[in-house]
């Protein structure tokens, strides 16, 4: 994955985060109109979170994260929101391709290691998070070829003009 | 290929790509590929941008209509007009609003055993029902499907649910599905195939198949395949497709990651409480619980034997006057038959107001959405927070029997104490 490290400030959020907690069904009249849909990222998850977000932070989570529909707004308006990975303990498939397409690592570790506000450095390629805040250094499952070479290419549309098919 | 006996995923996708199994990525051919129209103008947009002129198949590509059917306000029915005309400039097939849910007219229509089929929208799992290989991928992945004919696949592993006994009265394929969830967790089965198979499958109808495989999803799974049988040939046959039938059924020696033993008659009618699916108990521990809405419809149970049950509990009887009881049958087909079988009638009779086929209710949207601190009872698949267009809303799943029953009484009711 271009060898490259992702720095940044963390945002916490729990377990079971879906995409109707992402991007609500209610706001699909906004889904041809992203910049309005993305005013409403996680809403009902934390409220404040459009606010606090800052372009770079790193979103970090429980189990689960991204169960549901198959809707790729929803790594589209996380995305949009400034955020450059997404750490979490596990997460849901359809989520997990969408948000890769999207260009947007999604890395699995022991997120109880990493609080609210904590700054870390992660090296995908090393499969190690470093939380810079508390010195802890966290092991990250890698991200498997296929994927990781779509990464590379900041998401799926692009690999595919590139490449013209599936390299395996 | 290998000599080592094939669960039903790696069979359908070795007819794809020889040689595969679980672990190893398959590159497949795709036999439909479709979207609905709150994911397909992404889908459309992502082709567009990819620069692809052409649908690889269109013949085998298809947009629904559905999630927004009629559309409630402008910017839907805008992206209707979009994605109408898309399926005009590459010649595909568009299905009109007050058609029905996606899922039910591609089991009605088009999955055939042995099939892979993709859709934007992650219930396409439901055609499992029918022995297909049948996943949900988000709109890149859709658009790629359409530009080139064919998507990757990771061939999972696959968990074994192998089911005895018959359900006892007032117990159907919803309480196994959700009382299995339960029982695996929301994340139970991530990346995972659930293959169902046993003794009892021979009593299990189409349709209770497809409400299984339709929440295969909700623990995570990436399929929920059903063997391919005599129940799948009759239902095929009943379709005017008999000629789509093949057998199709998991070596002997087949190598799952677990084994799940289900004995039907010992399970219980089952509910999920807010705000996750897994979140499961036996009805009767929640009984007297007040709910304002009850909604029987969607691609899990919108189906006519669905309507038959509900018809049945309230047949000669009121809905309770605190309770609105909302009815989307899932496909035009199910509502004309209904209509023609006196199920609507009935229902419309004991106080039931009667939606266009399509998801209604579902995903909150459109008709049926809840107030601040109301609770449904619905017979669809997802009770995350938020899900039925308001945060502040409380969203119980159960079989239509449970939420007919609880429409008669106003509060959560055991099936078993009305039928």
Redesign the interface.
């Not at chain 2, 859709?119 to 992650?122: A, L, M, N, V, W």
């Given at each position: 994955m271009a060898g490259k490290a992702i720095k940044g400030k963390t945002l916490k959020l729990g377990d079971?985060i879906?995409t109707?907690?992402i991007t609500?069904?209610?706001y699909?009249?906004?889904?041809?109109?992203l910049p309005e849909l993305a005013k409403h990222v996680l809403e009902?998850a934390d409220p404040e979170f459009a606010a606090k977000v800052q372009p770079g932070d790193i979103l970090v989570a429980g189990?689960?994260f991204g169960?549901?529909?198959?809707?790729?707004?929803a790594p589209?308006v996380i995305k949009m929101s400034g955020i450059n990975a997404i750490l979490v303990k596990?997460v849901?498939?359809?989520f997990f391709?969408?948000a890769i397409?999207?260009g947007m690592p999604v890395l699995i570790c022991d997120t109880d290691k990493i609080a609210a506000g904590d700054e870390v450095e992660i090296n995908p390629d090393k499969g190690i998070i470093v939380n810079t805040t508390t010195g802890a250094v966290l092991s990250c499952g890698k991200i498997?070829p296929?994927m990781s070479a779509i990464l590379d290419e900041g998401?799926?549309?692009s690999y595919?003009?590139k490449h013209g098919?599936?390299v395996? | 290929m290998s000599n080592k006996g094939q669960t039903l995923a790696e069979k359908i996708l070795n007819f794809k790509s020889p040689g595969v199994s679980a672990g190893d990525?398959a590159?497949a051919d795709i036999d439909l590929a479709f979207v609905q129209d709150?994911?397909g103008?992404?889908t459309m947009r992502?082709f567009n941008?990819?620069?692809f002129q052409y649908v690889a198949n269109p013949e085998k590509t298809i947009i629904f209509l559905d999630?927004?059917a009629p559309s409630?306000?402008?910017?839907?029915s805008?992206?209707h007009l979009?994605l109408r005309q898309f399926a005009r400039e590459k010649g595909i097939a568009l299905s009109e609003v007050g058609n029905g849910v996606c899922h039910q007219l591609v089991a009605e229509n088009f999955a055939c055993p042995g099939d892979v089929i993709v859709?934007?929208?992650?219930h396409?799992v439901t055609a499992g029902a029918l022995g297909a290989f049948a996943t949900?991928?988000?709109?890149?992945?859709i658009?790629?499907a359409m530009?080139?004919g064919?998507t990757?696949l990771?061939v999972p592993e696959s968990f074994l649910i192998s089911l005895k006994g018959t359900f006892p009265r007032g117990v159907y394929a919803k309480d196994l599905i959700l009382h299995l969830i339960g029982l695996l967790g929301?994340?139970g089965a991530?990346?995972k195939a659930l293959e169902f198979n046993g003794e009892a499958l021979t009593d299990i109808t189409m349709s209770q198949r497809l409400t299984i495989a339709n929440m295969a999803?909700e623990a995570?799974a990436?399929v929920g395949l059903f063997p391919s049988d005599e129940v799948t040939r009759q239902f095929l046959a009943a379709q005017g497709r008999a000629d789509h039938f093949r057998p199709l059924v998991p070596d002997a020696d087949a190598t799952y990651e677990r084994t799940i033993a289900m004995d039907l008659s010992q399970l219980m009618p089952t509910v999920s409480l807010p705000h996750?699916v897994d979140n499961t108990c036996a009805v009767h521990e929640i009984k007297g619980t007040k709910v304002q809405q009850a909604f029987i419809g969607t691609c899990t149970n919108g189906r006519l034997d669905d309507l038959e049950i509900a018809a049945g509990i309230l047949e000669g009887k009121k809905t309770h006057l605190s309770t609105r009881l909302l009815i989307a049958p899932a496909s035009r087909r199910v509502l004309k038959e209904a209509i023609s079988k006196g199920y609507i009638p009935t229902l419309l009779e004991a106080g039931a107001i009667i939606l266009p086929p399509g998801c209604a209710a579902c995903?909150?949207?459109h008709q049926g959405?809840l107030g601040d601190g109301e609770a449904c009872i619905s017979t669809a698949n997802?009770n995350?927070?938020?899900?039925m267009?308001?945060?502040e809303g409380l969203v119980y799943l159960a079989s239509p029997a449970t939420v007919a029953a609880s429409a008669l009484r106003g509060e959560i009711t055991d099936p078993r104490e009305v039928l």
């Open positions: 079971n879906s109707d907690l609500p069904g209610r699909a009249h906004l889904r041809s109109n009902d189990r689960n169960l549901g529909s198959s809707r790729e707004h589209v596990s849901a498939r359809i391709r969408n397409n999207q498997p296929l998401g799926l549309i595919i003009q098919d599936f395996l | 990525i590159i709150t994911t103008p992404l992502q941008n990819s620069g999630h927004a409630p306000n402008r910017q839907l805008n992206d979009f859709g934007s929208d992650s396409t949900g991928m988000g709109s890149s992945d658009a790629v530009a080139l064919k990757w990771r929301a994340d991530t990346y999803v995570g990436k996750t995903l909150g949207l959405i997802r995350f927070r938020g899900r267009g308001n945060p």
